[in-house]
T-cell receptor
């Protein structure tokens, strides 16, 4: 079974704090993704990575950055957290030969006060 | 640009009745289409996908989906609903932007009443 883990299920931070969300997958997948999920908006892609040290912007990258130093780990960074970044953050991974099928972690519910 | 529409925020169905969750898409070229399910307080789980071939795709938990190119639809179906099917369902389409990524719909909450 594919396993995607996220460092925290719930996180509470203050505005202007730097926030790190970590994601690890154990299946040697090339591709990793960060989404945020908001009611009525579905999932929106923030960033994705198709190889170590490679990244590509998604639909809503503003206010976020990412890091992929190792194949199994993909980090999402909020440089200066704001209240409008309060959301559920979902990490996913997948491999090229599975035609875009993605496997999701349990999510991190981030609250920025 | 690619997009997915799920026109119903919520679908209510009685246990034992057939269910349909609707999805339409807009994409240039041939689409890759997906359904995912999200149970309360959990991440998304893959249900099924259409890549090519037979228009009727069978997936996990007895779900199936029918690809209709002329209507640009990919509706999710199940012949007999269970209370345990109650969850949030997402349709998604694959896009090619150098590397693949999924575009998701807004989600449809399925409520199955006993």
């Amino acid at each position: 079974d594919v396993k995607v883990t996220q460092s925290s299920r719930y996180l509470v931070k203050r505005t202007r704090e730097k926030v790190f969300l970590e994601c690890v997958q154990d299946m040697d997948h090339e591709n990793m993704f960060w989404y945020r999920q908001d009611p009525g908006l579905g999932l929106r892609l923030i960033y994705f990575s198709y190889d170590v040290k490679m990244k590509e912007k998604g639909d809503i990258p503003e206010g976020y950055s990412v890091s992929r130093e190792k194949k199994e780990r993909f980090s999402l960074i909020l440089e200066s957290a704001s209240t409008n970044q309060t959301s559920m953050y979902l990490c996913a991974s997948g491999r090229d030969r599975e035609r875009d099928t993605q496997y999701f972690g349990p999510g991190t519910r981030l609250t920025v006060l | 640009a690619q997009s997915v529409a799920q026109p119903e925020d919520q679908v209510n169905v009685a246990e034992g009745n057939p269910l349909t969750v609707k999805c339409t898409y807009s994409v240039s070229g041939n689409p890759y289409l997906f359904w995912y399910v999200q149970y309360p307080n959990r991440g998304l789980q893959f249900l099924l996908k259409y890549i090519t071939g037979d228009n009727l795709v069978k997936g996990s938990y007895g779900f199936e989906a029918e690809f209709n190119k002329s209507q640009t639809s990919f509706h999710l179906k199940k012949p007999s609903a269970l209370v345990s099917d109650s969850a949030l369902y997402f349709c998604a389409v694959s896009r090619y932007t150098g590397r693949r990524a999924l575009t998701f719909g807004s989600g449809t909450r399925l409520q199955v009443q006993p």
